[in-house]
C-alpha cells in the first residue's frame, strides 16, 4: 500500500481588511478611543466594540489602557508598522488609479483610416492638450489600413473610421458625414460635365490611397456595382501627393471635397461630385465595447464629432484677419 500522503496546512482565512488598519493607526495615533473615534466618524463604543472583536479574532492583545491613554502591546506596535504599509500601499493604489481616470499619465493610442484625416487632427490636438496636459497622444500610422483588427488586437484605444464593420464587440459613435468627389485640372475634358460617371473613371489615369483597389470603399461601392475596373491606377501614400499629380494634368483621383476645397476656391483644381447620388463616407469613433472608456477618451471623441468644420473655422477666420 501507498503510504499516506503528510496533510497539508491548512491556510486561516485572512480576517485583516482596511477597516482594521485604520482602526489600530487611529487609536495609536490619537491616543485613545475617544479621538480616534472622532477622527474615523465612529461612536466610541462602535469602536471599542470594532478593537475587541479584531483582538479576539487575532488572539492577542493589541493595546493595554493606561490611565486615559491606550498604549501598544508589542503585538500592537508590529501591527502598526504593518498597518502604515497597508494603508499606504492602498492609498497610493487610489490615488494612481484616481489620476488615470482624470486623464493624467496617460496614454491615447489612436489611427484613422484616411491619411486625410491629418489636415484637421491636428486642431483637435491643442484643445484636448490644454485639458488633458497629462495624456500623450500617439497616433499610429501603420495601422491605418486595418484599424478594427489594430483596435482588437489592443494596439490602439481608438480607430477613426468610414463605414466601420458590423461586429458585437466594437463600439461605434458616429461623428460626421463627408463626400468625396473627383478632382481634376481647369483644362480636362470631365470639366464641361456637372456629375462624373463611375465609366468617365474605367480609361482616365486614377491616383487612389496606397490600398489594393479590391479593398477600396470607392471600388466597393462606386466602381464595382457598375462594371468598371480602373486601367490605369497609381497608388499614392500622401494626399499632397496626388493634388500636385492632377494640377500637373497626369490623371484623376478622388478626394474628400474638404480636402480640396481651398484648391477648388484658388481655381487649380475642379471638382465634380461622383454619380448623382454622390460618394459620401459617414465617419464614426471605434471603440472596444469591452473596454472602459476613460474621460479623456470620451473628451476626444466628442472633440473630433467637429472633424473636418475645424478646417472651415480655421479658413474663416484667416480670412477676417
Given amino acids: 500500500m501507498l503510504a499516506r500522503a503528510a496533510a497539508l496546512p491548512q491556510a486561516h482565512a485572512v480576517i485583516l481588511e482596511m477597516r482594521h488598519f485604520r482602526l489600530v493607526r487611529a487609536v495609536a495615533e490619537q491616543g485613545g478611543l475617544t479621538r480616534a473615534g472622532v477622527f474615523l466618524h465612529l461612536s466610541q463604543s462602535a469602536l471599542s466594540h470594532q478593537l475587541r472583536d479584531l483582538e479576539e479574532a487575532l488572539g492577542i492583545a493589541l493595546f493595554e489602557r493606561a490611565g486615559k ?42 489611427t484613422t483610416q484616411c491619411y486625410t484625416c491629418y489636415h484637421w487632427l491636428p486642431r483637435v490636438l491643442t484643445p484636448f492638450r490644454q485639458r488633458f496636459p497629462g495624456v500623450e497622444v500617439r497616433i499610429d500610422s501603420k495601422v491605418t489600413d486595418a484599424p478594427i483588427p489594430a483596435l482588437l488586437d489592443g494596439v490602439i484605444d481608438l480607430g477613426l473610421v468610414f463605414d466601420g464593420p458590423r461586429d458585437a464587440r ?52 462606386i466602381l464595382r456595382p457598375a462594371g468598371v475596373r480602373p486601367r490605369h491606377v ?40 461622383l454619380t448623382a447620388q454622390g460618394y459620401r463616407r459617414q465617419w464614426s469613433a471605434a471603440t472596444l465595447r469591452s473596454a472602459r472608456t476613460p474621460e479623456h477618451l470620451q473628451a476626444f471623441i466628442h472633440l473630433v464629432k467637429e472633424g473636418p468644420g475645424l478646417l472651415g473655422r480655421s479658413q474663416t477666420a484667416s480670412r477676417r484677419s
Avoid at 488609479?97 to 493610442?109: E, I, P, Q, T, Y
Avoid at 463626400?179 to 474605367?202: G, W
Wanted: glycine fraction near 4%; proline fraction near 4%; include cysteine.
Fill in 69 to 110: 491613554r491606550m498604549v501598544l502591546t508589542q503585538a500592537g506596535a508590529r501591527m502598526l508598522e504593518h498597518s502604515r504599509r497597508a494603508l499606504a500601499i492602498a492609498e497610493d493604489a487610489e490615488s494612481e488609479a484616481r489620476r488615470l481616470a482624470s486623464g493624467a499619465d496617460n496614454v491615447l493610442r489612436l
Fill in 170 to 221: 466594437i463600439r461605434m459613435v458616429r461623428l460626421f458625414e463627408d463626400e468625396n468627389i473627383v478632382v481634376m485640372p481647369p483644362d480636362h475634358p470631365l470639366v464641361k460635365r456637372k456629375i462624373v460617371r463611375a465609366e468617365d473613371l474605367a480609361d482616365a489615369p486614377l491616383f487612389l490611397y496606397a490600398t489594393p483597389l479590391e479593398e477600396s470603399c470607392l471600388y466597393e461601392r
Fill in 234 to 273: 497609381e497608388h499614392v501614400q500622401l494626399t499632397e501627393a496626388a493634388i500636385e499629380l492632377v494640377k500637373a494634368g497626369l490623371g484623376l483621383s478622388v478626394l474628400a471635397k474638404w480636402a480640396v476645397e481651398p484648391h477648388l476656391r484658388a481655381g487649380t483644381l475642379v471638382g465634380r461630385r
